[in-house]
């Protein structure tokens, strides 16, 4: 179990990931792009994401708002 929070830079990419575990993402202060599996979305601040186990994603920053994300798995 683990349990982060990230101050991202405005251009942060992160290339992605997938593992044997839940993971969620809570967005706390602007917005990112991120990618499930074949799905692209938008989250914004307030809004959250699971990762179901073995599901590859990725997220990245907008380039004009450095955002901070909750993430727990």
Not at 35 to 42: E, F, I, N, V
């Amino acid at each position: 179990v683990t349990v982060h929070y990230f101050e991202y830079a405005k251009n942060y990419v992160f290339e992605g990931e997938k593992h044997d575990f839940w993971e969620l993402l809570y967005v706390d202060k602007g917005e990112v792009l991120v990618t499930s599996q074949d799905q692209k979305l938008t989250l914004h601040q307030g809004q959250v994401i699971f990762h179901k186990p073995n599901e590859f994603h990725n997220v990245e920053a907008n380039g004009i708002v450095a955002p901070n994300l909750i993430v727990i798995s």
